[in-house]
C-alpha cells in the first residue's frame, strides 16, 4: 500500500533565506569579508600595448582578473578584476562575452533587511576618470550566468569586457579555490 505523506505548506520556506538567493549570492555570502585586502594596483596606467584591442588614449586598463571555482551544476560564477581610468572622460563598463556562459552582467551586491542580495546594474559601472574601481567578493562583480562548464581551479577563464568609450578589453580570469578572497601572487602559492 502507498501511502502519501503531504507536507504543510509554509514549511517549504524553512530551509533559510538564503535559499531564495541566486549561487553566487549564497557563496559571497558564506564567504564575505568586510575588509577585502586588495594590493595597489602596480601595473602602469594608460599605456597602450599591441595585445590589446582597444581604442587609443582611452586610458582604461584592467588588471587582476580572477574567479573562483565552482561546483558541479553551479550555474553562475563571479568574475573579479581592477580597472584603471587614466584618461580624463569618465568610462563605463556595460557588458561582456565568454564562451563559457550564456550571458556575463555586471552585479552589485546590497544588504537588505541584514540580507545580501545581489543585483544587476543593467546601466553597466560608471569608472570616473582618474579613478579606479576594484570588483571584488562582497561589491561590484561580473557574473557569469547560465554556465556551460564548472569553473576549474587552476583554468583561464576567457572573457572579453565591453566599455562604453574603450571598445573591448579581453582579459582571462585566473580561476581560484573557493574560498579566495583574491588573485594568486604568482611568488608564493
Ligand atoms: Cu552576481
Given amino acids: 500500500m502507498t501511502q502519501y505523506i503531504h507536507r504543510p505548506h509554509g514549511r517549504y520556506g ?7 538567493l541566486h549561487p553566487m549570492a549564497r557563496a559571497i555570502a558564506a ?15 594608460g599605456t597602450d600595448t599591441a595585445t590589446e584591442t582597444r581604442p587609443a588614449a582611452t586610458g582604461i586598463s584592467v588588471e587582476r ?9 553551479q550555474d553562475a560564477g563571479g568574475g573579479f578584476l581592477t580597472i584603471h581610468n587614466a584618461g580624463d572622460e569618465a568610462d563605463r563598463l556595460t557588458g561582456g562575452a565568454t564562451p563559457i556562459a550564456g550571458d556575463v552582467q555586471i552585479h552589485t551586491v546590497d544588504m537588505e533587511g541584514g540580507v545580501m542580495r545581489m543585483r544587476e546594474l543593467a546601466e553597466g559601472l560608471d569608472i570616473p576618470a582618474g579613478e579606479t574601481v576594484t570588483l571584488a567578493p562582497g561589491g561590484y562583480h561580473i557574473m557569469l550566468m547560465g554556465l556551460r562548464e564548472p569553473l576549474a581551479r587552476g583554468a583561464g577563464v576567457p572573457l572579453t569586457l565591453e566599455f562604453e568609450r574603450a571598445g573591448t578589453i579581453a582579459v582571462t580570469l585566473d580561476v581560484q579555490p573557493i574560498g579566495a578572497e583574491g588573485p594568486a601572487e604568482g611568488q608564493d602559492d
Fill in 65 to 73: 582578473p580572477w574567479s573562483r571555482e565552482t561546483a558541479a551544476g
Fill in 14 to 20: 524553512a530551509t533559510g533565506v538564503l535559499s531564495g
Fill in 31 to 45: 564567504a564575505f569579508t568586510l575588509a577585502v585586502p586588495l594590493a595597489a594596483c602596480d601595473g602602469a596606467p
